[in-house]
């Protein structure tokens, strides 16, 4: 990898002026769910009028958060950027229980190693993630998005923001259409 592609691309969809930030723990089920929705909601709310953020928040007591947000900071580093991140976001939410413990304590991944869990995403998700995965730039963007998450008092996935405020009242359960009412009403 060349010094010129190090960098992370950021995970920002659509070019519109509301902005919408969502902020993910990638296993957790809710995250999962959440994530699920964000193409149908540019497709309903318009690529041209929002802009769909993801930001990370790794919670402790999803006990492979931490490696799996830098896999997939690693991934938006290599060709492709937010779109390469995108497919290994995609394969662990199709795959959630691989990368997470039972009951969040137990079970098969506590005898896993986190070379076996990235191994193991790489070969879901097609993405070769060890060189970018080892980039030691990557922790300038792991550690911006924990403190950007906890500057806006962030601690819980998924956590919404509209335009800098977050949404107490709006959840991976909700339908698309409020998302969009919100952004767009």
Same mark, same amino acid.
Request: proline share 5%.
């Given at each position: 990898?060349?010094?010129?592609?190090?960098?992370?691309?950021? +995970?920002? @969809?659509? !070019?519109? *002026?509301?902005?919408?930030?969502?902020? =993910?723990?990638?296993? #957790?089920?809710?995250?999962?769910?959440?994530?699920?929705?964000?193409?149908?909601?540019?497709?309903?709310?318009?690529?041209?009028?929002?802009?769909?953020? +993801?930001? @990370?928040? !790794?919670? *402790?007591?999803?006990?492979?958060?931490? =490696?799996?947000?830098? #896999?997939?900071?690693?991934?938006?580093?290599?060709?492709?950027?937010?779109?390469?991140?995108?497919?290994?976001?995609?394969?662990?939410?199709?795959?959630?229980?691989? @990368?997470?413990?039972?009951?969040?304590?137990?079970?098969?991944? =506590?005898?896993?190693?986190?070379?076996?869990?990235?191994?193991?995403?790489?070969?879901?998700?097609?993405?070769?993630?060890?060189?970018?995965?080892?980039?030691?730039?990557?922790?300038?963007?792991?550690?911006?998005?924990?403190?950007?998450?906890?500057?806006?008092?962030?601690?819980?996935?998924?956590?919404?923001?509209?335009?800098?405020?977050?949404?107490?009242?709006?959840?991976?359960?909700?339908?698309?259409?409020?998302?969009?009412?919100?952004?767009?009403?």
């Amino acid at each position: 990898m060349t010094d010129a592609a190090r960098h992370a691309d950021p +995970l920002t @969809f659509g !070019s519109g *002026p509301r902005l919408f930030e969502i902020f =993910l723990e990638p296993t #957790c089920p809710f995250s999962c769910r959440a994530y699920g929705k964000v193409d149908a909601l540019l497709a309903a709310a318009g690529v041209d009028k929002i802009t769909v953020k +993801l930001r @990370f928040v !790794s919670q *402790p007591w999803h006990m492979l958060s931490g =490696l799996l947000v830098r #896999c997939i900071l690693a991934a938006s580093m290599l060709p492709g950027g937010k779109d390469t991140a995108r497919k290994v976001l995609d394969a662990i939410a199709a795959h959630r229980e691989e @990368f997470e413990f039972d009951h969040h304590f137990g079970g098969p991944n =506590l005898d896993a190693t986190p070379r076996q869990i990235i191994d193991r995403l790489i070969a879901y998700s097609g993405v070769p993630l060890w060189d970018a995965y080892e980039a030691r730039e990557l922790e300038k963007e792991i550690k911006w998005h924990a403190k950007y998450s906890r500057q806006n008092g962030i601690h819980v996935s998924p956590t919404f923001m509209v335009d800098g405020l977050v949404q107490a009242d709006l959840g991976s359960g909700d339908d698309v259409a409020k998302w969009a009412e919100r952004l767009l009403g």
